[in-house]
């Protein structure tokens, strides 16, 4: 239990980027933006597993929505954050071959050389998954976030199930991973 705390204190640095870093572009009505990446376990039931991926951002989530998700996650939690997520738009992120899941949220900034994208989105659960009704269905979302070059190249973290909250004692916005997920997003590119 005392690791499983550790790495929850440890992405709480990973919401607050999301939620409170100003972006730019967020506020323009910007160009559509494409990239594929290779989603690569490197550890755990996923070592050595690997599985392109497309995402295609076509509007950014602006601050002042933002704010209102992350104070509806504070005062009503992230069965309503998801409610409002789930009707979102903001693009697609899906395995090559596959639907996937649309993007309720996505957050683009810049880092000093690096361009860092943030993308949230209400995951798509299996029907066998909800009917079993087990531990995983408290993690309702999906999170990658990737940091490019100047060239729109580089690479970045995916957590395929995880878990949104306001840790009130704290007084602070917290990301917890379902089990250990240990999946790396590389040769992020731009499509062309």
């Not at 361009?115 to 990658?144: H, K, N, W």
Request: proline fraction near 3%.
């Amino acid at each position: 239990m005392k690791h499983r705390t550790g790495k929850v204190a440890a992405l709480v640095a990973v919401v607050t980027a999301l939620f409170v870093s100003v972006s730019y572009g967020q506020e323009e009505k910007p160009k559509p933006e494409s990239y594929t990446a290779v989603a690569m376990g490197t550890g755990g039931s996923v070592g050595g597993k690997s599985m392109p991926f497309d995402f295609r951002i076509t509007k950014w989530t602006t601050d002042e929505e933002v704010k209102q998700y992350m104070e509806l996650l504070k005062e009503s939690g992230q069965d309503a954050l998801r409610r409002t997520l789930e009707k979102e738009d903001r693009g697609q992120l899906s395995p090559v071959g596959r639907v996937g899941n649309t993007i309720a949220v996505a957050r683009k900034r810049q880092a000093g050389s690096e361009t860092i994208i943030t993308i949230v989105t209400a995951r798509i659960m299996p029907f066998v998954e909800l009917y079993r009704g087990g531990r995983s269905t408290d993690y309702q979302f999906g999170f990658l976030q990737v940091k490019l070059n100047e060239k729109g190249e580089g690479m970045g973290n995916i957590m395929a199930a995880c878990k949104l909250r306001f840790d009130k004692k704290k007084g602070q916005y917290e990301i917890e991973s379902y089990g250990n997920q240990y999946i790396k997003a590389v040769n992020v590119r731009p499509n062309k």
